[in-house]
């Protein structure tokens, strides 16, 4: 790919001249949708739409860029300090519900700090530089996971607002520690409610048990989707250890049973007991063995493809696919596996209803991919 690279008031502004950026593939065999390369990137995570089409997409390293809708030019209206290492880096990023109005963004990422590493919440607006471009300002810090532990993996750090737009919901991996799932105390291993400013929710159903006042359930692995559907029902992916990957409907002051069931074994070969009847922990609506690596999560309101409108859509990232769930109310059943030929990081709908993936970078390339119908 050849760019163009422009230098305008402090920020990066790329232009993409060619390449197999924009082009659109026939549908391959087995693929019910066109695949059309819009943009290529450096290890992103994530990405969102604005109201005017334009993307925000995190890289691992800390960037945050700003990205036309043709995918054609990017500006980086954010460089973080992040702890990439491992599984860490910059990773989601939503805009508030009152964006509109407010340009509020909230992302989360990986730091280090006393006791080792964890996940942090922030928030900052996207507001004119003054120079034609923009740029994401008032960086602020609202929650970070407790506590913090040594190593590099299972940060998760996925957000989701409630449907009426007064919670955020944010996930923390356990961090590869199994038995903080289960701890009280801590945030590790747990779904969290939280208000917009990132203080503990009013109402919470654990913390009149002695719990920390954030959670809402508990039991999880490491969380790397989260999304609510139309009839406001929270769903919820993680991957399982040798095995077990999982889709939870969430449901407050549940128990989910990690590290203490899984549909699952341990990576040594140890059997974990898998999800029964009567064992005191919800079971997962769906589960998969051998594993999918579910990346992020997308449930589809859009019309493009009707026949898909209410279903779940998975990235997976050792399977290199795009997964559909069925959806039905409060169940679930797996639908489609398609072939991607790379680990799909991020999944999520664009305005006309077209379905955006993001490739994960290192061993993928790191393409931003645009289905669309036949």
């Not at 050849?2 to 391959?28: E, M, N, V, W, Y």
């Not at 964890?118 to 996971?145: D, H, K, Q, W």
């Not at 009149?208 to 009839?231: M, T, V």
Request: aromatic share 8%; glycine share 14%.
């Amino acid at each position: 790919m050849i760019r163009k690279t422009l230098f305008a008031t402090g920020l990066l502004t790329t232009t993409l001249l060619a390449s197999t950026a924009c082009s659109a593939q026939p549908a391959a065999a087995g693929k019910p949708f066109r695949e059309t390369v819009v943009a290529d990137f450096d290890s992103p995570w994530a990405m969102t739409v604005l109201p005017d089409k334009r993307m925000l997409v995190t890289e691992k390293k800390g960037q945050m860029l700003l990205v036309s809708a043709d995918g054609k030019s990017r500006q980086t209206v954010a460089t973080l300090t992040v702890d990439s290492a491992g599984q860490g880096g910059l990773m989601d990023v939503v805009l508030a519900p009152d964006f509109a109005t407010s340009q509020r963004v909230y992302f989360s990422y990986s730091t280090a700090g006393e006791g080792g590493k964890g996940v942090v919440l922030a928030r900052g607006r996207l507001r004119p530089n003054g120079g034609g471009g923009e740029r994401l300002g008032e960086i602020e810090a609202l929650f970070s996971a407790r506590p913090f532990v040594e190593g590099n993996g299972h940060y998760s750090g996925r957000i989701a607002f409630s449907p009426d737009g007064k919670y955020l919901f944010f996930t923390n991996g356990e961090r590869q520690k199994f038995t903080p799932a289960q701890d009280p105390k801590m945030t590790l291993g747990k779904v969290l409610r939280l208000t917009v400013d990132g203080k503990p929710a009013p109402g919470n159903p654990l913390a009149s048990k002695g719990f920390a006042p954030e959670i809402w359930s508990y039991g999880h692995r490491n969380l790397l989707g989260i999304a609510f559907d139309a009839q406001g029902n929270l769903w919820e992916q993680e991957m399982g250890p040798k095995g077990g990957d999982e889709v939870n409907l969430i449901k407050p002051g549940l128990n989910y049973g990690w590290p203490n069931a899984s549909n699952g074994s341990n990576y040594d070969g140890t059997d974990i007991p898998d999800h029964k009847p009567g064992d005191g922990y919800e079971p997962p609506k769906v589960s998969w063995n051998p594993v999918i690596s579910p990346g992020g999560l997308m449930i589809y309101s859009g019309s493009m493809f009707p026949q898909w409108k209410g279903d779940a859509f998975i990235g997976g990232l050792s399977s290199k696919s795009l997964v559909r769930v069925h959806l039905t109310g409060t169940n679930a059943a797996k639908g489609d596996q398609w072939d991607m030929g790379a680990r799909i990081r991020e999944v999520e709908q664009g305005p006309d209803g077209a379905i955006w993936l993001l490739e994960d970078g290192g061993d993928s390339q790191g393409r931003l991919i645009k289905l669309t119908a036949n």
